[in-house]
Protein backbone atom coordinates (compact mmCIF):
# COMPACT_ATOMS: atom_id res chain seq x y z
CA UNK A 1 0.00 0.00 0.00
CA UNK A 2 1.13 3.32 -0.83
CA UNK A 3 2.79 5.07 2.24
CA UNK A 4 0.58 8.42 1.44
CA UNK A 5 -2.77 6.94 1.69
CA UNK A 6 -1.62 4.28 4.91
CA UNK A 7 -0.90 7.42 6.62
CA UNK A 8 -4.09 9.13 6.20
CA UNK A 9 -5.83 5.62 6.97
CA UNK A 10 -4.06 5.88 10.17
CA UNK A 11 -4.27 9.55 10.93
CA UNK A 12 -8.11 9.64 10.23
CA UNK A 13 -8.40 6.51 12.09
CA UNK A 14 -6.56 7.50 14.81
CA UNK A 15 -8.62 11.15 14.55
CA UNK A 16 -11.64 10.13 15.15
CA UNK A 17 -11.15 7.54 18.31
CA UNK A 18 -9.69 10.52 19.73
CA UNK A 19 -12.49 12.68 19.10
CA UNK A 20 -14.85 10.27 19.70
CA UNK A 21 -13.06 9.50 23.36
CA UNK A 22 -12.79 13.40 23.49
CA UNK A 23 -16.27 13.71 23.27
CA UNK A 24 -17.53 11.46 25.65
CA UNK A 25 -15.59 13.08 28.49
CA UNK A 26 -16.32 16.69 27.78
CA UNK A 27 -19.45 17.91 27.79
CA UNK A 28 -19.38 21.93 26.34
CA UNK A 29 -15.98 22.34 25.46
CA UNK A 30 -15.00 26.22 25.10
CA UNK A 31 -13.06 26.01 21.83
CA UNK A 32 -14.84 23.59 19.00
CA UNK A 33 -13.57 19.76 19.38
CA UNK A 34 -14.18 19.07 15.45
CA UNK A 35 -12.45 22.16 14.69
CA UNK A 36 -9.79 21.35 16.64
CA UNK A 37 -9.16 17.79 15.82
CA UNK A 38 -9.81 18.14 12.17
CA UNK A 39 -7.32 20.85 12.15
CA UNK A 40 -4.59 18.35 13.92
CA UNK A 41 -5.29 15.51 12.14
CA UNK A 42 -5.01 17.79 8.88
CA UNK A 43 -1.58 19.35 10.05
CA UNK A 44 -0.30 15.39 10.93
CA UNK A 45 -0.87 14.07 7.93
CA UNK A 46 0.59 17.67 6.06
CA UNK A 47 3.23 17.64 8.19
CA UNK A 48 4.74 13.43 8.02
CA UNK A 49 3.81 13.95 4.24
CA UNK A 50 5.94 16.95 3.63
CA UNK A 51 8.93 14.98 5.78
CA UNK A 52 8.82 12.11 3.78
CA UNK A 53 8.91 14.33 0.67
CA UNK A 54 11.76 16.26 2.01
CA UNK A 55 13.43 12.91 2.87
CA UNK A 56 13.56 11.91 -0.62
CA UNK A 57 15.65 14.88 -1.56
CA UNK A 58 17.86 15.98 1.55
CA UNK A 59 17.58 12.79 4.11
CA UNK A 60 20.06 14.33 6.47
CA UNK A 61 17.75 17.52 6.73
CA UNK A 62 14.61 15.83 8.49
CA UNK A 63 15.80 17.25 11.97
CA UNK A 64 15.46 20.80 10.78
CA UNK A 65 12.67 20.05 8.67
CA UNK A 66 10.29 18.51 11.69
CA UNK A 67 11.03 21.40 14.12
CA UNK A 68 10.66 23.96 11.26
CA UNK A 69 7.03 22.03 10.75
CA UNK A 70 6.16 21.81 14.16
CA UNK A 71 6.54 25.76 14.51
CA UNK A 72 4.74 26.61 11.52
CA UNK A 73 2.19 24.27 12.78
CA UNK A 74 2.13 26.39 16.76
CA UNK A 75 1.69 29.75 14.95
CA UNK A 76 -0.90 28.35 12.88
CA UNK A 77 -2.82 27.25 15.98
CA UNK A 78 -2.50 30.80 17.56
CA UNK A 79 -3.87 31.89 13.79
CA UNK A 80 -6.91 29.67 14.22
CA UNK A 81 -7.07 29.18 17.73
CA UNK A 82 -7.28 33.02 18.75
CA UNK A 83 -9.27 32.30 22.12
CA UNK A 84 -6.03 30.69 23.41
CA UNK A 85 -4.99 34.33 23.68
CA UNK A 86 -7.81 36.15 24.12
CA UNK A 87 -8.24 37.92 27.92
CA UNK A 88 -11.94 38.10 26.98
CA UNK A 89 -13.55 34.99 27.82
CA UNK A 90 -10.27 33.61 29.85
CA UNK A 91 -10.27 29.85 29.29
CA UNK A 92 -9.99 27.92 32.70
CA UNK A 93 -6.87 24.82 32.97
CA UNK A 94 -9.24 22.23 32.24
CA UNK A 95 -10.28 24.07 29.10
CA UNK A 96 -6.88 24.96 28.02
CA UNK A 97 -5.93 21.76 28.91
CA UNK A 98 -8.41 20.24 26.41
CA UNK A 99 -6.77 21.70 23.56
CA UNK A 100 -3.00 21.01 24.53
CA UNK A 101 -3.71 17.39 25.38
CA UNK A 102 -4.48 16.64 21.67
CA UNK A 103 -1.96 18.51 20.56
CA UNK A 104 0.74 16.79 22.00
CA UNK A 105 -1.22 13.23 21.35
CA UNK A 106 -0.69 14.49 18.06
CA UNK A 107 2.80 15.79 18.03
CA UNK A 108 3.75 11.84 19.35
CA UNK A 109 1.97 10.38 16.47
CA UNK A 110 3.97 12.62 14.56
CA UNK A 111 6.97 11.73 15.60
CA UNK A 112 5.90 8.15 15.93
CA UNK A 113 4.85 7.69 12.29
CA UNK A 114 8.08 9.04 11.35
CA UNK A 115 10.81 6.98 13.32
CA UNK A 116 8.27 4.25 11.85
CA UNK A 117 9.04 4.34 8.42
CA UNK A 118 12.78 5.84 9.30
CA UNK A 119 13.53 2.11 10.94
CA UNK A 120 12.13 0.89 7.80
CA UNK A 121 14.97 2.83 5.80
Given at each position: ?48 S ?16 F ?19 S ?35
Amino acid sequence: MNFYLKTFLVVLLLTAVFYGAHYLIVEDPAISLIKTYSFLGAATFITVSALKYVFGLVPDKLGFSFLALVFVKFGVVFLLFPELLSDDPKLSKVELLGFLVPYFIFLFMEAAIVIKWLNKN
